[in-house]
């Protein structure tokens, strides 16, 4: 088994002014972005990272060396270009309010699996790269059995770790929209061994406060039937 930790990048500058980021070179993360990076960080501290893993964006760059900062821990950083924002084409850099006048956006919002922006990349295709890089990583991170599982950092954008989580959930992409990931939120899912039988379990989505530490002991083990033992972490609730 293997334990992916997932992060969206901190609040960027264009996140501040309404527009879509996709792969517009330079985009940092705003103060507010920086601040949200560390409070990423406080949150990670203890948690024995195998790696990190992110996208070649800016931004995530940023948030990742803020966290690791904050946590005071130093894991091997690796970059995966398979992580990186969507190809939103000539959507890139434009107002979210205008796009959404576009008669593409319908179509986004309701059947991204058949969604090609303009001079762009499918979402089928950002969400195909995306799930083989954490599938590749989990291969590539796993330990024999009866070591600890690997615990491993994946710092990305909204869209793919969106469609990591829908894959993980066992939903079409057309669903993955239901989906909320919001900047600096942090997202945990334990995936069975490579090759090895059982399916992925979601521990936490879109979570933007409480300790990683707590939530991984015991968290996702064990059967499930009647909703399993939950984190072994004892955090003053008894009843």
Same mark, same amino acid.
């Given at each position: 088994m293997s334990l992916v930790v997932l992060v969206r990048h901190g609040r960027s500058t264009s996140n501040? @002014? $309404?527009? =879509?980021? $996709?792969?517009? /070179?330079? #985009?940092? #993360?705003?103060?507010?972005? %920086?601040?949200?990076? +560390?409070a990423v960080g406080e949150r990670l501290r203890g948690v024995p990272l195998a790696a990190a893993v992110r996208s070649p964006m800016l931004r995530c760059e940023q948030t990742l060396g803020l966290a690791l900062s904050s946590a005071g821990i130093t894991p091997p950083v690796h970059v995966d270009d398979r992580l990186t924002e969507c190809d939103y084409g000539r959507w890139t850099g434009r107002s979210l309010a205008e796009l959404t006048q576009e008669s #593409?956006? &319908?179509?986004? &919002? %309701?059947? /991204?699996? +058949?969604?090609v922006f303009p001079e762009g990349e499918s979402m089928t295709a950002m969400a195909g790269r995306t799930v083989a890089a954490v599938q590749d990583w989990n291969a590539r991170l796993a330990v024999p059995q009866g070591e600890p599982e690997p615990v491993w950092l994946l710092v990305s954008h909204g869209d793919p770790i969106k @469609?990591? =989580?829908?894959? @993980? #959930?066992? &939903?079409q992409l057309d669903d993955f929209q239901r989906i909320v990931v919001d900047p600096a939120s942090i997202s945990l899912v334990r995936f069975p061994p490579p090759g090895g039988q059982g399916m992925p379990t979601v521990i936490a989505m879109n979570t933007s406060a409480g300790q990683i530490t707590d939530r991984l002991a015991g968290a996702g083990h064990g059967p499930q039937l009647g909703g399993g033992l939950g984190s072994q972490a004892d955090n003053g609730n008894t009843t």
């Open positions: 501040t @002014a $309404g527009t =879509l980021s $996709g792969r517009s /070179p330079g #985009l940092t #993360l705003d103060a507010r972005g %920086e601040s949200q990076a +560390m #593409l956006w &319908q179509q986004v &919002q %309701e059947h /991204p699996s +058949m969604v @469609a990591v =989580l829908s894959h @993980a #959930l066992g &939903q």
